[in-house]
């Protein structure tokens, strides 16, 4: 896959890093930590200017993370009532603390979307809840292209300093993504196991 990514970004350039990072965004076939990297490569053997890649890679996703705030925007949590009303026991989530976390994301939502952009995994969904609990837009787009800009940065960075051996990359960026899918995992688990009989459930 890594061949394909690298003769794509060979043969369109800047175009073909911000075509990448959009499709990783919207439905991730590949992820950021390959596409990036590899543009850094190309950045460091002066194919590229490291600049103009993280800000096509920048611009890439930050197009697919306003289609996802858009779309869940649009969809709005009331929506999602009967849905959390019903399962909320297996979404390990009642409708009150959707109601809490709507008021927790108006006074800090920015950090959330801006934390949630610089770790591997999760922060092509970070979008998704900014949208459902409305974010101000202005906001997210804020906060969503500062994060955005800094993980393109650091991948793009990583890819400058280490020329061709992209493995040295994975080593560190591929138990970093398992440990927080782990995390992710046990902390659900617990939230089920929590929510055992206090479910809301009509």
């Known amino acids: 896959m890594s061949d394909w990514v690298v003769r794509l970004i060979e043969q369109s350039g800047y175009l073909g890093v911000g075509f990448l990072m959009f499709l990783e965004t919207i439905f991730p076939p590949i ?6 990297p590899v543009a850094g490569v190309a950045a460091g053997q002066g194919k590229l200017h490291y600049g103009l890649v993280v800000a096509a890679g920048t611009s890439g996703a930050m197009l697919g993370n306003i289609v ?26 009642t409708w009150p603390e959707v109601q809490r976390a709507e008021k927790w994301f108006a006074e800090h939502g920015v ?16 979008s ?15 906060a969503s292209t500062l994060g955005t800009a800094a993980w393109t ?18 080593k ?31």
């Open 31 to 36: 992820p950021s930590e390959v596409i990036m």
């Open 153 to 170: 940065a650091i991948l793009a960075g990583a890819g400058y300093k280490l020329g061709e051996n992209i493995a040295e990359i994975d």
């Open 128 to 142: 998704v809840p900014a949208g459902l609990l409305r974010m101000r837009f202005k906001r997210f787009l804020i």
């Open 111 to 126: 950090f959330f979307v801006f934390l949630g952009r610089l770790l591997p995994t999760v922060r092509s969904l970070v």
């Open 68 to 93: 996802w705030y858009l779309a869940a925007r649009a969809l709005g949590v009331d929506r999602l009532e009967p849905i959390i009303r019903r399962w909320g026991r297996w979404l390990t989530i």
């Open 172 to 202: 560190v960026l591929g138990p970093a993504s398992n440990a927080i899918l782990l995390v992710l995992f046990m902390g659900y688990v617990w939230r089920l196991w929590t929510h055992r009989g206090g479910g809301e459930t009509q």
